[in-house]
């Protein structure tokens, strides 16, 4: 019983986990070949029965190539050799499955680039009083990031670069709208809005004599309350 455990051990080590050993080492695996003013494809079929390799590439990337190979290469790894014939062709190669080599074209992956943002400081006034404007609400359009100026009118907010714009609103004032331009601290001066401010005014108004209303009708219900009473 033992020994038919150990037959059937041994059988599946010689069946599953030797060849896969075998097939990851492939590219490990040193051999000695020649080349003698062999193109390309005829040194990738050389190496293929040298060292037990499968080669797959797209043709027309092979015929660009003109270069002829002469040279004697011992004890070399296959991978040194692939190594050795793709030198200064372009190409590069990658391993599947260690028998497999996928040859393709060297791909340049152009560098990303990161916007670089900086921040900016500024000073919202009134153009007319020559104030500080507080409370003011500052947009970046690249970013759609708002900030409001402090009591002084100042405020910090970060921007794409020099051409991004800043959209200064407050009310009773025009929108003003203000390129960031290369400058760390900007003065922004806002100008009254006759039509808004107008709005504001009537709006005031309005609630003051609701108010007013209001406190007349209070007013006159505590007198007919004192009336009933006495």
Same mark, same amino acid.
């Given at each position: 019983?033992?020994?038919?455990?150990?037959?059937?051990?041994?059988?599946?080590?010689?069946?599953?986990?030797?060849?896969?050993?075998?097939?990851?080492?492939?590219?490990?695996?040193?051999?000695?070949?020649?080349?003698?003013?062999?193109?390309?494809?005829?040194?990738?079929?050389?190496?293929? $029965?040298?060292?037990?390799? &499968?080669?797959?590439? @797209?043709?027309?990337?092979?015929?660009?190539?003109?270069?002829?190979?002469? $040279?004697?290469?011992?004890?070399? &790894?296959?991978?040194?050799?692939?190594?050795?014939?793709?030198?200064?062709?372009?190409?590069?190669?990658?391993?599947?499955?260690?028998?497999?080599?996928?040859?393709?074209?060297?791909?340049?992956?152009?560098?990303?680039?990161?916007?670089?943002?900086r921040t900016i400081s500024g000073l919202? &006034?009134?153009?007319?009083?020559?104030?500080?404007?507080?409370?003011?609400?500052?947009?970046? *359009?690249?970013?759609?990031?708002?900030?409001?100026?402090?009591?002084?009118?100042?405020?910090?907010?970060?921007?794409?670069?020099?051409?991004?714009?800043?959209?200064?609103?407050?009310?009773? @004032?025009? &929108?003003?709208m203000v390129k960031a331009g290369s400058m760390p601290v900007i003065?922004?001066?806002?100008?009254?809005?006759?039509?808004?401010?107008?709005?504001? *005014?009537?709006?005031?108004?309005?609630?003051? @004599?609701?108010?007013?209303?209001?406190? @007349?009708?209070?007013?006159?219900?505590?007198?007919?309350?004192?009336?009933?009473?006495?």
């Open positions: 019983m033992k020994e038919k455990f150990l037959h059937s051990c041994m059988w599946l080590l010689l069946c599953f986990i030797l060849p896969v050993i075998a097939q990851v080492n492939v590219l490990q695996q040193k051999i000695s070949i020649n080349f003698r003013n062999e193109g390309i494809t005829r040194c990738f079929s050389l190496l293929q $029965a040298k060292g037990g390799v &499968t080669f797959f590439y @797209n043709p027309a990337y092979i015929k660009m190539l003109d270069k002829k190979f002469t $040279a004697d290469l011992n004890n070399k &790894t296959v991978a040194e050799v692939i190594t050795f014939l793709l030198k200064d062709t372009g190409l590069e190669y990658e391993a599947v499955d260690g028998r497999k080599v996928v040859i393709r074209k060297i791909v340049i992956k152009a560098p990303v680039i990161v916007p670089h943002k919202v &006034t009134d153009a007319a009083k020559n104030s500080p404007v507080a409370r003011a609400e500052i947009m970046a *359009q690249s970013s759609v990031s708002v900030v409001t100026a402090d009591e002084s009118g100042r405020f910090s907010i970060d921007v794409k670069d020099t051409t991004d714009v800043l959209v200064v609103y407050y009310v009773g @004032n025009a &929108t003003k003065t922004i001066q806002l100008k009254q809005d006759s039509k808004t401010l107008g709005a504001v *005014q009537v709006d005031a108004r309005r609630r003051s @004599n609701t108010e007013a209303m209001l406190l @007349n009708d209070r007013k006159n219900s505590a007198m007919i309350s004192d009336g009933i009473s006495a």
